[in-house]
Each structure stands twice: as C-alpha cells, then as structure tokens.
C-alpha cells in the first residue's frame, strides 16, 4: 500500500511514522520540516491525565467554549484519545516538564476548569514535540521530501489517487492524508508561518470535497504586533495571572465576563477589539510584572526572549498587545475516524473541520486534535472503509475557475487583514467578493504554486462570513452582534458541478 502524507507539523508526521509501520509512505512539505504551526505552539496540549481529571470533563469544557456548534462524538473522541495521544508522545521523545516530584507539570489555560495543559521547555512546546517528531522520522523508512508545493489533487472516477506537485510531477497512491495545517498566513497580521495559506483546504474543495464552517478564524487576543509579524504572548501568561488593562489602566476584561482575562478566545479578543476602538488604539496592555522575575523568565523562557527581542520586558512592566489571526476552526469536512467525503481523502491537524473546536477553540486543543485525528486517520486507512458520509444539512456551493489567483499574496493577505478580518460587516465582506471576482478574471502575474490555493481558500471563508448574519465563536459581525438561533448550524461548501 502506498500512503502520501501532505504537512510536517504534528499530524503529518505522526501519520507517516504510523503508517510506515504497514506501507510505503511518501512525505511532502511545502517549505522545511519545521516551518509549522507545530513548531511555534507555545503554551501547551491539553489532555485529562491528572488523577482529579477526567476526559468527560475535558469534553464539558470544549462543549461550552464552542459556541454551540461542537460535535459531540468527535468532541468525546478527542477528550477520550487524549491521555493515549499524550502516552504516545512520550514513547517518541518528547520531553514534558515535570514537577520536583517527576509527575507532570500541568497549567490552567483559558476555558479549562482545572490544569491540565502539558508543556514543554516552559513555553517550547511546539519546538520539543516537532524535533522529537523529526528525530523519529529520520529514524523510520518515510520518503521525505521537503520544499515541495502540492498543487492538485488526483481525482479518478470520484476517488483521489495522487497529487500533482509544484503543477508538474504526479505522485500516485492508493490513499493522500491531509495535513496542511492552518490559514493565518491569509491575513497580514498573524502568528503563523508564511505557508499557512489553508491549501488544504484549496485542494480538498477542488477535489470535490465538503468544507465546513471556513468563517470561523480565531484570532489570538495576544500578540506583539510587529512590522511583518505578530509574536504571539502565550494565554498560559494569563493561566498564570497576566492581566489585561485599557488606555486608562483598568482591567476591562472583569466587566466582560465572569473568568475575566481566561474567558474563551474569542471573548477575550473581541472585547480587545472593542476596547482599542473605545480608546482610539491599536491595543491594549498586559501585565504579568508583578509576579517573580526568575520565575517568569523560566516558566515563560520562549516569550521572555521573544519579547525582550522586539523591545519589551515582560518582567519590568505591561508590554503592548493586540489580537492577531492564529488559528481556522474551519476546514476540510472529516468525520472521528479522519475520512473526508471523497474515497481514498483523508485529513487530520488544523486543516481538518472534525467539529471538536465548534465555532471558537479551546486553548491546547488543538495539539491535541492533530495528534489524535492523525492516528485515528492512519488507524482508517489501514482498515480502508470507504469515505465519510456527506454530513446532513444545507449544502452551499461555489464556482470556482481554476486560474482564479490574486495578483499577490500581499493583496490577497491585505484584502483579508481590512474586509474579513476579526469585525466584520456585510458592506466589507462583500467589498472582498467584488475583488476576488475581479482577480479571477485576471492572469496569474505569480508563479507561487500556492497562490490560487491561498485564494481561493480565502474566497471560502469571505462568502462564508457573508452568509453567516450572526456573531458567534470567532465570527463576529458587527452588522449581527449577537448569535441567531437559526444559526445554530454549521455552513456546508461543496465545488459546483459545470
Ligand atoms: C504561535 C502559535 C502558537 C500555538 N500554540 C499552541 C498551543 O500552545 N497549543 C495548541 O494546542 N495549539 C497551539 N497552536 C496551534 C497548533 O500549533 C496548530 O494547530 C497545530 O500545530 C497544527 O498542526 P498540523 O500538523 O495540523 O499543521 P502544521 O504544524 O502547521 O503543519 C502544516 C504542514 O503542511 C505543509 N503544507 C501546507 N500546505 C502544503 C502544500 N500545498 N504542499 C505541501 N505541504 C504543505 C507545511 O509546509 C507544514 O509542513 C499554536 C499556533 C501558533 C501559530
């Protein structure tokens, strides 16, 4: 059996090391192994392994962070999976910190009633998890290949049997997973690499797969903005009593809601959002200076220096901060076991919708997600039981020609960052569907195999805000503030049939 994995963050390499144990695997990444979401996660991955925990709990949780549109059986089969995902960690090589009595060292994050986020190297978890992935996979019978762009997917009689890579070389297989990872490199402002371009996504649509819920983007409430990047502070800062204050030094987020500065996400962001409009600024501060400066410097080594980098000392004083595009809730439709809805298609990590985050993701999630979807993947097919079923309500679909491409991915993310953004409205959102029309009437001027894929996912998640006359989770539309219950569904997108 021959097995093509797509991505080399969490989901992707966990997938090929599985797989290599009964096929023959090919890797491919677009940019190097560690040019992932993966590599940048800082605060942790959350999973009920203490003895007070439980995975219904952990499930309890997410439920009521996600904004009613949660899946509960791909919920529970996250939270279920969780101490077995973290067991297997382990098993590779990665080194959770632990406490002076060796039992691991678990935080609070946003949304989760009790610690239990693993983390490593203090805030280095995304580092520890993707060089023991690396190390292991240098140690297996995986064909890596790395710089490599996969621009289409193979579709024969309904069934995807290969990609095209860098739009020339053809790559068979009897099954391709998915594991592309996010879209934040869509908007300007973001905390993700430059190729989280939701290609994923892109190529999955084309090859007439389901895509769920594309509106829904988290936006990080805390980053330092920087002139081409936005440093994200980790909420396990918060976990640990950060807290946030506006122009006049108040702590607004006591007013908000009751867990105050560990509300959910999109809480968090949005009453950022409206406070930096209320004092006519581009954001607010954060201030954790008055704990122990050796202690934040240990615990928080990844953000000390990244900060202390760009100008500021989190131990001396609030630094400056604001929210930035971070993670894409929606994705590729999968169902628990990661089948999408087209024979021989898989997907699993952020790329994929599997319903476990609903409309807004708890923080450490979503590591978890891509560990345990990508090993239930693997574990399907191995099995190779067909495609998931089309998941039941209104199916939207959506014209797409194939040359569609902006000009650049700097129009594209700049088109984003103003018009679908973290507010929205329709006169926006539409403003963003005329220009995406009118790119696709123009020649490609980019030979970035990427670029049609980047646009196209775009284009998904603009005509599904403009459909969803809500506010919900990380969708928040300043036109419909508040959530509508006829809403209370997912949006469906399918390629339309010439
Ligand atoms: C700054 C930051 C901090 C975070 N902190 C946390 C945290 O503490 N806890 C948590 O749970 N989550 C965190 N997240 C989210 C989490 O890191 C990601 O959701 C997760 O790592 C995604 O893993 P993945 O394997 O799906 O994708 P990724 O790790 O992003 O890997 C995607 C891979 O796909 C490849 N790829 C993409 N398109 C193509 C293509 N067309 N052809 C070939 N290859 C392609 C890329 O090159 C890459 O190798 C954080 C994210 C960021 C950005």
């Excluded at 144990?21 to 996660?41: C, I, M, W, Y």
């Excluded at 406490?99 to 580092?127: N, Q």
Aim: net charge negative; proline share 5%.
């Amino acid at each position: 059996m021959r097995i093509l994995v797509i991505g080399s963050g969490l989901a992707g390499i966990n997938a090929a090391l599985l797989a290599s144990e009964f096929a023959d695997v090919t890797l491919l990444s677009k940019g190097p192994l560690e040019q992932t979401n993966t590599q940048r996660a800082q605060g942790g991955i959350a999973a009920a392994v203490a003895a007070l925990d439980d995975p219904r709990r952990h499930a309890e949780d997410t439920i009521r962070a996600g904004a009613g549109l949660c899946d509960p059986d791909a919920v529970h089969a996250l939270t279920g999976d969780g101490p077995e995902a973290i067991e297997r960690l382990l098993q590779l090589g990665v080194e959770f910190d632990r406490k002076a009595d060796g039992a691991l060292a678990l935080a609070t994050e946003g949304a989760h009633t009790i610690p239990r986020v693993l983390h490593a190297g203090g805030d280095r978890t995304g580092v520890h998890i993707q060089s023991a992935l690396v190390a292991r996979l240098a140690e297996c019978d995986v064909d890596v290949r790395t710089h490599v762009t996969v621009s289409e997917l193979i579709v024969e009689a309904g069934r995807c049997v290969g990609v095209v890579t860098d739009g020339r070389e053809t790559l068979l297989a009897d099954a391709v997973l998915l594991a592309t990872g996010g879209a934040g490199a869509l908007y300007r402002t973001t905390t993700n690499p430059a190729n989280a371009t939701g290609d994923g996504i892109a190529l999955a649509f084309r090859a007439g797969a389901v895509v769920r819920d594309p509106e829904f983007v988290q936006f990080h409430p805390t980053a330092l903005l920087g002139a081409n990047s936005a440093f994200l502070i980790s909420e396990a800062l918060r976990g640990e009593g950060a807290v946030l204050r506006n122009a006049a030094g108040e702590r607004f987020m006591i007013q908000v809601h009751p867990d105050a500065e560990l509300a959910p996400r999109s809480v968090v962001a949005r009453a950022i959002t409206e406070t930096m409009h209320r004092d006519d600024a581009d954001h607010v501060m954060l201030d954790i200076s008055h704990l122990d400066a050796d202690f934040l410097r240990e615990r928080f080594p990844g953000v000390y220096r990244g900060a202390l980098n760009r100008g500021h000392d989190i131990t001396a004083g609030p630094i400056s901060v604001a929210p930035a595009a971070h993670y894409h809730m929606g994705g590729v439709y999968t169902d628990v076991a990661g089948r999408t809805t087209v024979p021989g298609l898989y997907a699993a990590g952020e790329c994929a919708s599997t319903g476990a985050h609903g409309a807004n993701r708890v923080a450490s999630n979503s590591l978890l997600e891509a560990a345990v979807f990508s090993s239930r993947a693997i574990d399907a097919i191995r099995r190779e039981p067909g495609p998931a079923r089309a998941p039941s309500g209104e199916m939207r679909t959506l014209h797409w020609r194939l040359e569609g491409c902006a000009p650049s991915l700097e129009r594209l993310q700049a088109t984003m960052n103003d018009l679908v953004g973290i507010t929205r409205n329709e006169a926006g959102l539409q403003n963003a569907l005329d220009r995406f029309s009118e790119w696709s009437a123009e020649p490609p001027t980019q030979v970035d195999p990427s670029l049609p894929l980047a646009t196209l996912t775009a284009r998904l998640i603009a005509e599904a805000a403009l459909q969803r006359t809500e506010s919900r989770g990380g969708h928040l539309r300043l036109d419909h503030p508040g959530e509508d219950p006829t809403w209370h569904r997912h949006s469906l997108w399918q390629l339309a049939r010439e």
